[in-house]
Each structure stands twice: as structure tokens, then as C-alpha cells.
């Protein structure tokens, strides 16, 4: 049981370019979402998704889009990568979307350095 | 809206003595409390979490935590420190139903021998 797995862990991108990260779970999670980390800021939710075709913005969505076609996969885009978006990014699921009574179980993280 | 405010950003310890991270919070309804932990490069590891039963709260690794409406705070403690105790410590608070989570900006615990 691998949990929640998150590719890659290490990425360097130049500003402007595009890319994917990746999220699965083997869980059969119905609720999945997307946190960067910043120093001294804590965890803050970009996007999360209720089940398969559904998903909705958190706090800080701009410049990220994603999609949900699978129970077992969120992928995260970044569009057009700025400095600004440098950060440690983390998926997490849980069984369903009461989140106010399901644990979240997080991946070990992808560190994002924006050139 | 809920808010949390984890009041010291590191607490710095000796191994074998007490260790309270304090946590409080806002919130609009009866609040979800949780504390996470997250060690060195890894994702964050449930401790621990109040959803309206008992407001004393036992979680893994001797940890606890205590609800006090009154005060609006969900404080952590552990009665005796260990190495492997250090760690960055969250504390999260949801509005419950399908709200999402809030979480605090982390607390740094250190260890000293």
C-alpha cells in the first residue's frame, strides 16, 4: 500500500516554462488536494478536488490548474512558472470530503525552484 | 471563518522534559482540531485530533491535547521530550462539514541532549 505518491521530487524550471506535477493515491480517496509550503506561512490549499470531475479553488489557485479524470490521480499544472511559485508542494487525500472528521494523508512533497 | 495561531514559531527543549506547543484558534461553528507532525523532507503525519467528544485527546508517540472552549485553545503536550521528537508541528482547525482545512503557520520543536 503506497499511499500517496508524488513525482517528482525534485524539479528546476525557468521562468515561463510549464509543467506537471503528479499525484496519486491507491487509497480509493474520494477527496484529494494540492498545498504549498512557504516558510513561516504554514500549508495553504491551491486547488482540491470532491471526486472523479470535480474540482474547486482554494486560497491561492492563480496560476496553477488541475483536473481530476481518475479516482486515483490529481495532477497539478503550473502554466507558465514564475519565481513566485517557487515553493514545496504537497498532495493529500482522505476517505471523503468531511474534512472536518478525515485524517489527511499527505505525500512526501515536491521542492519546485522557480530560476 | 476560522483562524489559527500557533503562538510560539520554536520551542526549543532538553530531552526528557516537557514538552507544550500552543495552539489557538477562531472559529465561526464547533471546531475540528487537529495537530500534525511533519519530520525533516516528509509530508505531514496525523498526531492527533478533537471532534467534539471528549476534549482530552491522546495521540500517537505520548502526545496529547487538551480543548479548552473557553480559552479558544488546543494546546500540545508530551511529558517527556525525545530525540526523535524533532520535528515541525501544525495545528489545523476546520468549521466541519465540507469546509476545507486552515492550518497554523507551524511551530519548530528542538531537542537538545
Known amino acids: 500500500n503506497a499511499g500517496v505518491t508524488q513525482t517528482p521530487k525534485f524539479q528546476v524550471l525557468k521562468t515561463g516554462q510549464s509543467m506537471t506535477l503528479q499525484c496519486a493515491q491507491d487509497m480509493n480517496h474520494e477527496y484529494m488536494s494540492w498545498y504549498r509550503q512557504d516558510p513561516g506561512m504554514g500549508l495553504r490549499l491551491i486547488h482540491y478536488s470532491v471526486g472523479a470531475g470535480i474540482t474547486d479553488q482554494g486560497e491561492v489557485p492563480n496560476g496553477y490548474n488541475v483536473s481530476r479524470s481518475t479516482t486515483e490521480d490529481f495532477p497539478l499544472r503550473l502554466l507558465s512558472a514564475a519565481p513566485s511559485q517557487t515553493s514545496v508542494y504537497f498532495c493529500?487525500?482522505?476517505?471523503?470530503?468531511?474534512?472536518?472528521?478525515?485524517?489527511?494523508?499527505f505525500g512526501d512533497g515536491t521542492r519546485l525552484s522557480i530560476l | 471563518a476560522q483562524s489559527v495561531t500557533q503562538l510560539d514559531s520554536h520551542v526549543s527543549v532538553s530531552e526528557g522534559t516537557p514538552v507544550l506547543l500552543r495552539c489557538n484558534y477562531s472559529s465561526s461553528y464547533s471546531p475540528s482540531l487537529f495537530w500534525y507532525v511533519q519530520h525533516p523532507n516528509k509530508g505531514l503525519q496525523l498526531l492527533l485530533k478533537y471532534t467534539s467528544a471528549a476534549t482530552l485527546v491522546k495521540g500517537i508517540n505520548g502526545f496529547e491535547a487538551e480543548f479548552k472552549k473557553s480559552e479558544t485553545s488546543f494546546h500540545l503536550t508530551k511529558p517527556s521530550a525525545h530525540m526523535s521528537d524533532a520535528a515541525e508541528y501544525f495545528c489545523?482547525?476546520?468549521?466541519?462539514?465540507?469546509?476545507?482545512?486552515?492550518f497554523g503557520k507551524g511551530t519548530m520543536l528542538l531537542v537538545s541532549p
Open positions: 493529500a487525500s482522505s476517505y471523503s470530503q468531511e474534512t472536518w472528521n478525515q485524517p489527511q494523508h
Open positions: 489545523v482547525v476546520s468549521d466541519g462539514g465540507y469546509s476545507t482545512l486552515t
